[in-house]
């Protein structure tokens, strides 16, 4: 779902879905004397509507600008809080597209963005990388993982973790700037995992005494979470006494009853692709499932 906002109102955005699958949008108009434009992408939206609704909104947004002949600059942002195709940031085999690279030009396409705000990227600098290679016209602010974890816990939240565990080594630094933010220290895992299919094949915790401690797993995204249960199992094997998962991005595709017993609490920025909401990780967290 896509909302309109110019100047602090919202723009009516009716969305039309013809009996072949082909949508369209149709705006109500736009204020001639709009300072700024603002097109929000709504994280529950699925990554393979994003691309085709983006494209057909901003047209429409360019259409009406056209129309008024706007005499003054209009600022233009995308908020889009979760990147379609992050962790698609290469080739991973032969035959595989650059998904990220695909999306971005689309971005770059589009045109006329003075700031795309993105939070939590997967490989920031996979982004950058890209960017500065094609010579996209992309000034993309991101919101970093310490920040979505800040407003994702409530101000009466406990913070009281002994030490918290990157799930790997490419999250210790992320990792480690929310260890710094609790004042506690910050360790990783390593976990090898097959790249042709995917599924993660070894996980090993480092050398570290985790009898009666209270684990923070922090991460980007979680999927089915394979990898976060994984290693909860572990930690709990080990003696911690509470492992809990924040996620910015939580997907959760099969729901979250399978953390039930292994994971404690998960703290999410937000839901992804609309398998779940923020009332579904409140009731796992309340013992409701």
Known sequence: ????????????????????????????????????????????????????????????????????????????????????????????????????????????????FDEIHI????????????????????????????QCFKDSLSYDNKKDWDVVIAPDKGAVEKAKTIADYLGVECVFADKVRDISTGKLTEMN??????????????DDIADNAGTHVWLADLLKQSGASQVDLYVTHAIFPKGMKHLTGVIDNVYCYQTVAGYINKQTVLDFNLGKL
């Open 1 to 112: 779902m896509i909302t309109v906002f110019s100047d602090n109102k919202e723009i009516p955005v009716n969305k039309v879905e013809f009996s072949d699958g082909a949508i369209t949008y149709k705006l109500d108009e736009l204020n001639p004397e709009a300072r700024y434009i603002s097109i929000n992408v709504d994280p529950s939206t699925k990554v393979n509507l994003i691309r085709e609704e983006l494209l057909i909104v901003a047209e429409c947004i360019s259409s009406l600008v056209d129309e008024h002949y706007f005499d003054h600059n209009v600022k233009m942002i995308l908020n889009l809080p979760y990147l379609p195709y992050g962790r698609a940031d290469r080739v991973f085999e032969k035959g595989n597209p650059n998904a990220l690279l695909s999306f971005l030009n689309t971005l770059h396409d589009i045109s006329g």
């Open 205 to 218: 915790l480092p050398d570290y005494d985790f009898t009666g401690k209270k684990v923070l797993i922090p």
């Open 119 to 146: 939070c939590d990227i997967h490989n920031l600098q996979a982004v950058k990388d890209i960017v500065y290679r094609y010579g996209f016209n992309l000034n993309i602010i991101e919101k970093s993982q310490l």
